[in-house]
């Protein structure tokens, strides 16, 4: 066995090279890692879009809620007054996984056929839920017509697909 000492000078160099190599290499993989956005949203800003922050996979064991609603087949959609806060179940089905992003909009029809928007959500991936919500403004107590306006994006391209406008009766007691 030689010992040679421009060949361990070699070896020692790139050694600390490859070491040097793999920190610098590490440290970007974990900047990147903690940056990422599982759903390729960017931070999501009321009235654009981007993915919901209150979107959710599992039901919270301790909010009551005074109407447990779903998007498909609802009429009608009990709050309280005097808050902005309101518990409710927007989702979209899990059957859409892969294929289409929601989102929410809750408006309150005017009385010259116009409408206010109450609430607007942020993208909504398949399989996710919004539980609770505040709205533009507390409303008092009584009935009004309002539309639960739903925007599918398919995930593909993020363009617009065919839209629902379900008519509802916002009851507020």
Known sequence: MSNNPTKTKKALTAAVVLLTLSL??????????IGYKPEGGT????GSIGFDPDASDKRPGTVTQMQNVTVAGFSKLTIPPDT?????DLYNPEENFGLYY????????????GYETLYTSGLVGAGKHIYQITLSHALAAGE??????????????????????????LIVK
């Open 84 to 88: 902005d806060t309101v518990a409710i």
């Open 24 to 33: 610098i290499l590490n440290i970007v993989l974990l900047i990147l890692l």
């Open 144 to 169: 009004y017509s309002a539309v639960l306006f739903i925007q599918p994006y398919r995930m593909a391209d993020m363009s617009t697909t065919n839209n629902v406008a379900g008519n509802i009766t």
């Open 102 to 113: 929601m989102t929410f909009e809750l408006r309150l029809l005017t009385d010259d056929g």
């Open 43 to 46: 931070t999501y800003q009321p």
